[in-house]
């Protein structure tokens, strides 16, 4: 049974959230869905998904661990995940309920956030999580356009971006609307240095089930867009490579 089984049916507390539903300016936006939809186009926040589930999950309720299967709570006292070993802005944001230690690492989710035309911060992002309900931002990064890595939820904790798979996956969103835009070298040459450094933190080797696109996890979305999503085979290529050299740099 692959780790996508094993993990498929548990139901996490985390698990109702697709992306951004963030209900950020101008962020209604028509995209087409995959699978199901067929030619149906509909109107939905961001590049959430068809249908999506209804965006309160968080604040966690107090006995949520317990619930869960023991989850143990994260405290930022005791974080002592590794270091990437490249230029991450931290963001210090506070969470306005408590986060989960992530029990095992399997894989790297990766996202856009789905609005056209725009730099979003991980800032931005976090607040429009809280306004709908959220702890805070669900990714554990976010890739800016011009290629800055900013931190969003802690790296060790529970993410909020993969229905099904948070308890055993990183997320990472670039910035941007790849149905309608592509990413910009600055962006693939971060998130390349950015999974590089993930796979060596948590010994995965990158191959089409350790480093996904979002659309992989959850059937119903489009994300992380149809011009970033067919670059992953060639992007995991890349990282292998640079793994093998054992180089740090680009
Ligand atoms: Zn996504």
Redesign the pocket.
């Known amino acids: 049974m692959s780790w996508k089984e094993r993990i498929g049916g548990r139901i996490g507390a985390l698990l109702l959230l697709v992306?951004l539903l963030a209900p950020l300016p101008a962020a209604a936006v028509r995209h087409r869905g995959t699978a199901n939809s067929g030619q149906t186009t509909v109107r939905t926040r961001l590049?959430s998904s068809k249908n999506a589930p209804p965006p309160v999950v968080e604040p966690l309720v107090p006995d949520f661990s317990a619930w869960s299967g023991g989850l143990v709570l994260y405290d930022p006292a005791k974080d002592t995940a590794p270091r990437e070993g490249i230029p991450v802005e931290e963001t210090g944001f506070f969470f306005t309920g408590p986060l989960f230690l992530r029990p095992v690492t399997r894989g790297i989710v990766i996202?856009?956030v789905g609005v056209p035309a725009g730099d979003t911060s991980a800032e931005r992002i976090h607040w429009a999580h809280i306004s709908n309900g959220w702890n805070g931002i669900g990714y554990h990064y976010v890739i800016r356009q011009d290629g800055t890595i900013e931190r969003g939820r802690p790296l060790p904790t529970v993410g909020a971006?993969a229905y099904a798979f948070n308890e055993s996956t990183v997320g990472i969103c670039l910035s941007g609307s790849f149905e309608w835009e592509f990413p910009s070298y600055a962006q693939l040459e971060s998130l390349t240095e950015l999974l590089v450094s993930l796979c060596r933190i948590y010994g995965l080797k990158p191959n089409a089930d350790t480093i996904t696109g979002?659309r992989d996890m959850n059937f119903d979305?489009a994300?992380?867009g149809r011009n970033l999503y067919p670059m992953l085979p060639s992007l995991l290529e890349e990282v292998s490579s640079l793994l093998r050299e054992g180089s740090p740099e680009r």
Do not use: E, I, Y
Request: aromatic content about 0%; some cysteine; proline content about 11%.
């Open positions: 992306c590049h996202h856009h971006h979002h979305t994300c992380p």
